[in-house]
């Protein structure tokens, strides 16, 4: 018989205690293969369980309460390179997807999926694939002209930098500085700082006319 394969080693984080629970109690079937070895709901839990626990992958979403799960991303591969940063989130927005795999998660994954299929999926990515939810492939699929072009995120072309993108996305969709800030995790003045950046390089005045330029040049529809 050859050596028995150890249980992958899992550190879970999320803001929510309710989804902790949850998803220990879908994995609990499956502890032959998936272990969790510890629990956060803040970054800096996070971060603690991490170093004290070294596991395999760390599962977290795109938003955490306060902070940015992304940010958080790039803070745990700086401390554990080798460690698989798996995104597991209800928000199945491209943009956020680009900019996981752009800070080096090996998995996107949607808040729907089964216990069975996550354990497949960790499995995989633990083995060295990386993986993205099958609900987002049309979207993945539909921007990958943008890919090709050296374009990654919506507005690059213009010159315009992924916040800015962002922030530029937020006004499309009618929303208000404050209402933006609180989205993206950034001060009001941040905003204002943005959009005086987006107004120069649109060659606009206005948020009416960077909406108008951003819908001309099909950035956003």
Not at 100 to 109: K, M, R, T
Not at 206 to 214: F, H, S
Request: a negative charge; one cysteine or more; proline letters at 4%.
């Amino acid at each position: 018989m050859g050596p028995v394969e150890e249980p992958l080693r899992l550190v879970v984080v999320d803001d929510h205690q309710m989804v902790l629970d949850g998803l220990k109690a879908m994995l609990e079937p499956h502890s032959d293969r998936v272990r969790i070895v510890g629990e956060a709901g803040t970054p800096a839990q996070a971060v603690t369980e991490i170093l004290e626990h070294r596991p395999d992958a760390v599962l977290l979403d795109v938003r955490l309460r306060g902070s940015s799960g992304l940010d958080l991303c790039g803070e745990i591969l700086g401390h554990r390179p080798d460690c698989k940063v798996v995104f597991l989130t209800v928000y199945d927005d491209e943009q956020y997807l680009y900019q996981a795999l752009q800070l080096g998660a090996s998995g996107f994954l949607l808040k729907r999926v089964r216990g069975s299929e996550l354990v497949e999926y960790l499995t995989r990515i633990h083995g060295g694939e990386v993986l993205i939810d099958p609900a987002l492939d049309t979207r993945v699929a539909m921007s990958a002209a943008r890919i090709r072009d050296g374009e990654f995120w919506p507005g690059a072309h213009l010159g315009i930098t992924q916040r800015e993108s962002d922030v530029l996305s937020l006004l499309v969709a009618g929303m208000p500085n404050r209402a933006i800030a609180a989205k993206l995790f950034i001060t009001e003045e941040t905003v204002k700082t943005h959009l005086r950046a987006l107004y120069r390089k649109l060659d606009v005045g206005d948020r009416a006319g960077a909406i108008t330029v951003a819908l001309r040049e099909g950035v956003f529809r």
